[in-house]
């Protein structure tokens, strides 16, 4: 197997492509571990989808020690890489606070960037994100925007692309609004 996966590395389209196949176990045997190494060789091509999946890794234990922190800062990097439905891997890291710390204001504001609509319609978040102010989700808008306008700058420049998580920094380090601690209906 070792030999074909060499040789795999020489003939297929991509790294990514590798991965996938190995993390699928349709062709050849299922191996996360050497899929994440595939992934690893992609993204550190710069190759967004691979960061993603990569990331996807860390969150989910899967071939790799889980590692939330990890798991973020591959999500950031696939989103600057216009890859952005890793928005929405990244904004549930924020919405439960793995990773880094719990902002459901930007949670809300990626949720809707990854997902193109005004409001986040994944069951995933509609717990999460109904107890939201509305100063809050006013605030989550802002942001929005601002992650709207990076993007469309981004668009235009060459090279290293950071302005999606440059706005994600500018409004983690001086928000608009200070949440209100989230309110669970768990009996925690």
Known sequence: MKDFLVSARLTV????????????????????????????????????????????????????????????????LAVNTSQISSGSQLAMMYATGRGVPENRVVAYALICFSDGRSGPEDARFREIFRTLSKKEIGAAKALLKNLLDARETDALKTGIKTGITDALDRYIANPKVRERPAVTTRGH
């Open 13 to 76: 389209a991509t790294d990514t492509e590798m991965g996938q196949i190995l993390t699928e176990g349709k062709i050849i045997p299922q191996d996360f571990a050497e899929a994440a190494q595939w992934f690893r060789w992609a993204a550190d091509s710069g190759d967004g989808k691979a960061e993603e999946l990569l990331g996807n890794m860390y969150a989910e234990g899967k071939g790799v020690k889980r590692d939330d922190v990890e798991a973020v800062r591959l999500y950031r």
